[in-house]
Each structure stands twice: as structure tokens, then as C-alpha cells.
């Protein structure tokens, strides 16, 4: 396997170790694991687990603006922009990590180094649907408002109760209209590894 490839495999499994555990509940040791290789191993590749944190924000960051950056670009849709993105941002939570990785990021708002990436990627995908979007910061405001409440409901496990309580049931089929089932099977496949 080339250690490009190896490297693209412990950032996967350290997506979904900092997802499922958090910036303070993740190690390397429990990285390597996930991906199947040693603890020195990801020790050498990224030096410390804030490395490999920033590393692990980038990549979603950037995996969100180039899916978004795809939907702006996208002439044959009778869907509006806002709608078109929200879609495609819940189809994404298939990869529970990526979204949940972000999210721990912006719970260390306060800290120098990681705040100020998470900062600096949340900006970013405001930006690009202000600039390239054509969003007002108002719309902006409400898309962004919008992620943020489906991935806390993502991050509380809200899926879970979905088949006991119908305040959540009621709750989940206004915020996924179209896309519930995705959102079901992010939290069924949660619950089946844990």
C-alpha cells in the first residue's frame, strides 16, 4: 500500500475516532487501531493528536466547500441553490465523522490553535455561498443556522428515539422532509458499532 494511501486510511479512521469520541476522548493509540496500523505509526506521519485533529477539520472542510462548490456549479437542477445544498449536506452525515469532527472543532472555539481552524473553516463555507452562492448573509445565516441544528441533532443521537417518542419523530420528519431515511440509517449504523 503506498503511504498515500495509507496516510488517506488513518485520516478516515481518525475521522471517525474524533467523530464518535471527541478531541478529548480520542488518542492516537485508539487512531491506529481503527485504521489498522501502530501508534508510532500515525505518531511519525502527523507529530501530535492536534496535528492530526487539524488535519482530520481541514479534510471536512474541505470535502464540504468541494461538494458544495459542485452544487453552485450545477445548471441543470429546478431545485433551488439553498435547497440543493441542504440536501446534499445531509446526504453527506452518511460519513457520521466528518460532520461530528467539525463539531468537536467548534466546542474548542476558545482554544489559539484549533478554534482559529475552526473559525477559519466555518468561514469558509459562509464565504462560499455569500461569494459564489449569491446568498445574502441573511440566507447565509439560515442555511448555516439550519447545518448547525441538523448536526446537533446528529451529534445528541436524536435518531435513537426516534421510533419511542413522537416529539422526535414529529422533529425529524420537519428537519429531513426528503432525506429522513438517510439521517435513520447514519444513527442505526452508530448504534450497530457500538
Known amino acids: 500500500m ?45 507529530g501530535t493528536k492536534e ?7 481541514e479534510r471536512a472542510g474541505n470535502r464540504l466547500l468541494a461538494a458544495f462548490t459542485e452544487e453552485i456549479a450545477r445548471i441543470d437542477s429546478e431545485l433551488a441553490l439553498p435547497h440543493r445544498l441542504g440536501l446534499r449536506y445531509v446526504t453527506m452525515l452518511q460519513d457520521r465523522g466528518l ?22 473553516g466555518f468561514m469558509n463555507i459562509y464565504r462560499l455561498v455569500v461569494n459564489e452562492g449569491g446568498f445574502t448573509p441573511a440566507e447565509a445565516y439560515q442555511f448555516l443556522a439550519g447545518g448547525m441544528m441538523i448536526n446537533t441533532m446528529l ?24 432525506k429522513l431515511d438517510v439521517f435513520l440509517a447514519v444513527t442505526r449504523s452508530h448504534q450497530e458499532r457500538a
Open 2 to 46: 503506498s503511504a498515500t494511501r495509507r496516510r488517506e486510511l488513518v485520516l478516515e479512521a481518525a475521522t471517525r475516532v474524533f467523530g464518535d469520541e471527541g478531541y478529548a476522548g480520542a488518542t492516537t493509540d485508539k487512531v491506529a487501531r481503527a485504521a489498522g496500523v501502530s501508534q508510532p505509526y500515525v505518531v511519525r506521519i502527523f
Open 99 to 120: 460532520v461530528l469532527s467539525l463539531m468537536h472543532g467548534f466546542a474548542l472555539g476558545a482554544d489559539p490553535v484549533i478554534g482559529a481552524s475552526a473559525r477559519c
Open 51 to 57: 496535528n492530526l485533529f487539524l488535519e482530520v477539520m
Open 155 to 178: 451529534g445528541l443521537r436524536m435518531g435513537d428515539e426516534f421510533d419511542t417518542d413522537p416529539d422526535v419523530r414529529d422533529l425529524l420528519r420537519e428537519a429531513f422532509p426528503e
